[in-house]
């Protein structure tokens, strides 16, 4: 069983909709993430937490906006989304950043 | 600036078959870290090894082995007597300091499929 969970597995939104992605760690790590990865492409970094405190921003646009409550979960809010932001996002944590980063399942989330 | 280059786009093997991934990276900093991921069908990333910049040591771990050359930039991945299982997009990824802890560059991934 994975440690990071993530919720929901899927989520079909329109443009005009609000909604949130959450993450969960179990492993007591420091360091959370946000990644988008479009089919047969690598998973591209979005934001890092750690120690609750954002450490890295790719520069994603601002209808994306993460929040990190405690160490152990992590949202990311979407508003107003583009069909082309229709991805999977991926979740991940690590003890530290440079340490071997555990990946939750998965969103798909298809924007109409 | 980072870079991972994985010039395998697919490879295709018969179960059983031996099967090496290649791995080059780039990078100015001194003290890195190196990874490889695999991702199944079902989309999750499995953290399969990391190696940092000071060991070069190799390592086997069942049928995977990985080898680590610094001279080359190289770090390479062999799954021996591949297995239905072991069919998925594997990736390289690169972790170093100066372009903050926590970032890793992924390569761009190689798709094996393995055949019964």
Same mark, same amino acid.
């Given at each position: 069983?994975?440690?990071?969970?993530?919720?929901?597995?899927?989520?079909?939104?329109?443009?005009?909709?609000? /909604?949130?992605? /959450?993450?969960? &760690?179990?492993?007591?790590?420091?360091?959370?993430?946000?990644?988008? &990865?479009?089919?047969?492409?690598?998973?591209?970094?979005?934001?890092?937490?750690?120690?609750? /405190?954002?450490?890295?921003?790719? *520069?994603?646009?601002?209808?994306? *906006?993460?929040?990190?409550?405690?160490?152990?979960?992590?949202?990311?809010?979407?508003?107003?989304?583009?069909?082309?932001? *229709?991805?999977?996002?991926?979740?991940?944590?690590?003890?530290?950043?440079?340490?071997?980063?555990?990946?939750?399942?998965?969103?798909?989330?298809?924007?109409? | 600036?980072?870079?991972?280059?994985?010039?395998?786009? +697919? @490879?295709?093997?018969?179960?059983?078959?031996?099967? %090496?991934?290649?791995?080059?990276? +780039?990078?100015?900093?001194?003290?890195?870290?190196?990874?490889?991921?695999?991702?199944?069908?079902?989309?999750?990333?499995?953290?399969? @090894?990391?190696?940092?910049?000071?060991?070069?040591?190799? +390592? @086997?771990?069942?049928?995977?082995?990985?080898?680590?050359?610094?001279?080359?930039?190289?770090?390479?991945?062999? @799954? %021996?007597?591949?297995?239905?299982?072991?069919?998925?997009?594997?990736?390289?990824?690169?972790?170093?300091? %100066?372009?903050?802890?926590?970032?890793?560059?992924?390569?761009?991934?190689?798709?094996?499929?393995? %055949?019964?």
């Amino acid at each position: 069983d994975t440690e990071v969970t993530q919720t929901p597995k899927h989520l079909v939104m329109g443009m005009t909709n609000k /909604k949130s992605l /959450k993450c969960e &760690q179990h492993m007591g790590h420091r360091a959370m993430y946000w990644y988008k &990865q479009k089919a047969k492409k690598p998973p591209e970094l979005m934001f890092v937490y750690s120690y609750e /405190k954002l450490s890295i921003n790719e *520069s994603v646009p601002s209808r994306f *906006s993460p929040e990190c409550p405690n160490s152990s979960l992590l949202n990311l809010h979407l508003h107003a989304l583009q069909p082309e932001d *229709s991805a999977l996002y991926l979740c991940a944590s690590s003890q530290e950043g440079g340490f071997e980063q555990f990946f939750g399942p998965g969103t798909r989330l298809t924007v109409l | 600036a980072q870079k991972v280059t994985q010039a395998q786009t +697919e @490879i295709s093997v018969v179960e059983k078959e031996d099967v %090496t991934l290649d791995c080059v990276y +780039e990078t100015r900093d001194t003290t890195y870290y190196l990874f490889w991921y695999k991702q199944p069908p079902s989309g999750e990333l499995v953290f399969l @090894i990391r190696r940092n910049s000071f060991d070069e040591q190799n +390592e @086997i771990s069942g049928r995977y082995s990985w080898n680590f050359q610094k001279s080359t930039s190289s770090f390479n991945f062999t @799954i %021996t007597a591949s297995q239905v299982v072991d069919s998925a997009v594997y990736f390289c990824a690169l972790s170093g300091a %100066t372009d903050s802890w926590g970032k890793l560059q992924f390569g761009a991934g190689t798709q094996v499929v393995v %055949t019964p």
